[in-house]
Nanobody, 115 residues
């Protein structure tokens, strides 16, 4: 079994920053791809950022510029630095990882940016 636990969410004023963390534990042989996703109320889940095992990263065009994904393979942790936050960034942010041919998800952490 693999567990993912996100943390770092909360209430932040527009223009502020937050750093989310996602720690993976359990039967992890090798972590390949780790991703951050978000789901706003009443909207479909969307990809925020991807971190590949070789160090490359990917951001959808809509996420470029304010979000930065990073990882610590020793700690089995992936981070999401979010800057210049806007009310439309309000969502539950969750992480996922690919390992051993399986895909695992965390439960998410809520980020609220009031208007």
């Amino acid at each position: 079994q693999v567990q993912l636990v996100e943390s770092g969410g909360g209430l932040v004023q527009p223009g502020g920053s937050l750093r989310l963390s996602c720690v993976a534990s359990g039967s992890i042989f090798k972590i390949n791809t780790m991703r951050w996703h978000r789901q706003a109320p009443g909207r479909a889940r969307e990809l925020v950022a991807t971190s590949f095992s070789g160090g490359a990263t990917y951001y959808p065009d809509s996420m470029k510029g304010r979000f930065t994904i990073s990882r610590d393979n020793v700690k089995n942790t992936v981070y999401l630095q979010m800057n210049s936050l806007k009310p439309e960034d309000t969502a539950v942010y969750s992480c996922s990882l690919d390992t051993g041919g399986m895909n695992y998800w965390g439960k998410g952490t809520l980020v609220t940016v009031p208007s």
